[in-house]
């Protein structure tokens, strides 16, 4: 599976972007698909993301209503609809794939496949 991120830039304080992730290889109905972000000097941080049914998401609390993740099996791309942006969401956003179930979503060790990351900046 390849991952390919794109959509960040620099946005004020409020305001909105939205990322996308495109896969190539087999389709992400067989792997759960997230959301990371890595801000500098930090760990790499869960954000959201699809089960590996499509059926559920998860999302971390710092996001939670700000932040909503989607997908077009179409198109076997992910999105990161990011709303309300702070400075603290300022960080290398990463899209992943892989095996995790629900209750190791949110843990980076479950995701085989990584994205390149995406750099999103929030300007107070």
């Known amino acids: 599976v390849q991952l390919q991120a794109s959509g960040g830039g620099l946005v004020q304080a409020g305001g909105s972007l939205r990322l996308s992730c495109a896969a190539s290889?087999?389709?992400?109905?067989?792997?759960?698909m997230a959301w990371f972000r890595q801000a500098p000097g930090k760990a790499r941080e869960f954000v959201a993301a699809f089960s590996r049914s499509g059926d559920s998401t998860y999302y971390a609390d710092s996001v939670k209503g700000r932040f909503t993740v989607s997908r077009d099996n179409a198109k076997n791309t992910v999105y990161l609809q990011m709303n309300s942006l702070k400075p603290g969401d300022t960080a290398v956003y990463y899209c992943?794939?892989?095996?995790?179930?629900?209750?190791?979503?949110?843990?980076?060790?479950?995701?085989?496949?990584w994205g390149q990351g995406t750099l999103v900046t929030v300007s107070s």
């Open positions: 992943a794939a892989g095996r995790a179930g629900p209750e190791s979503i949110t843990q980076r060790s479950w995701y085989a496949y």
């Open positions: 290889g087999r389709t992400f109905s067989s792997y759960a």
